[in-house]
């Protein structure tokens, strides 16, 4: 079974990011998700969701200057006391919208001399992180990025994903996968769903190269969606993709894969 969210950092872009939240639901979807809902007072985003009666699924710890160019702030050592200021802030959204998950963004390092500095800082900050949401219930996850996007990411690859798991070990830490990102490094998605959809949380998807939807590149999206309803994943499938036109537009493949 397919549940599918809209991710509204994404879609629906063509609108202020408050009337999103009712486009999703009238093109289909019970749930959403967002990168950084920060921009809106927290109560306001529940009254949203409350309208619509819709699903927040996931959304991110802040990542400071990430989207912008910079290394972020999960991995910077010299960022500690400010990555723990942006996990207090999203255990106040948390405790109000009652996401499925959370992601840590692991983020850059630029000085390749510092790269096992800023794994360590990672995975530290990230098991600081899964402590703190798991006492509201809530699991926390984190993605591997291409490097191609974000040249100097951390964590880019699927196996490096395996790699701090099995390294921080923490029982409330599990993957994010992102089909788009994966697909842009030439990872063998199918592959890698068929053999750990047990220690994913949360998917992500959009075709690549372009990061447009379903049909617009080379990814299979029927083999991929095939393997992940066909399997025990129990998660929400997130539509992270750029429209091509508008985003009503650009849903065709919702009626072909989604499963109610």
């Known amino acids: 079974m397919l549940r599918f969210t809209a991710n509204l950092s994404l879609l629906f872009t063509e609108l202020p990011l408050p009337e999103r939240f009712q486009a999703a639901k009238q093109c289909g979807f019970d749930a959403v998700e967002i990168q950084f809902p920060y921009s809106l007072p927290v109560e306001q ?11 927040l699924v996931l959304f991110n710890v802040d990542a400071d200057t990430l989207l912008q160019g910079g290394e972020g702030l999960a991995a ?7 990555f723990k200021v942006a996990v207090g802030q999203t255990l106040a959204y948390a405790e109000r919208l009652k996401p499925r998950v959370i992601n840590v963004l692991p983020g850059r390092c630029f000085d390749p001399q510092r790269l096992g500095e800023y794994q360590t800082t990672f995975c530290e900050n990230l098991a600081y992180a899964a402590a703190a949401f798991a006492e509201l219930g809530i699991k926390t996850v984190f993605e591997a990025v291409n490097s191609y996007d974000m040249p100097g990411f ?6 490096k994903m395996l790699d701090v798991l099995e390294q921080i070990g923490h029982p409330n830490v599990y993957m994010q996968y992102d089909i ?3 697909s842009r490094m030439g990872e063998d998605c199918a592959g890698f769903l068929r053999q750990h959809t047990d220690r994913i949380e949360h998917i992500q998807f959009a075709d690549s190269p372009g990061r447009g939807q379903p049909g617009t590149g080379a990814v299979d999206f029927k083999t991929l969606f095939d393997i992940i309803a066909n399997s025990d994943y129990k998660g929400w499938v997130g539509s992270e993709y750029r429209p091509t036109a508008d985003t009503a537009a650009s849903l065709a493949w919702l009626k072909t894969y989604a499963v109610k």
Do not use: C, N
């Open 45 to 55: 985003i529940g009254d949203l969701l409350a309208q619509q009666d819709l699903k």
């Open 76 to 82: 910077v050592p010299e960022k500690r006391e400010q």
């Open 154 to 159: 951390i964590v880019d690859t699927g196996d």
């Open 180 to 182: 788009y990102h994966m």
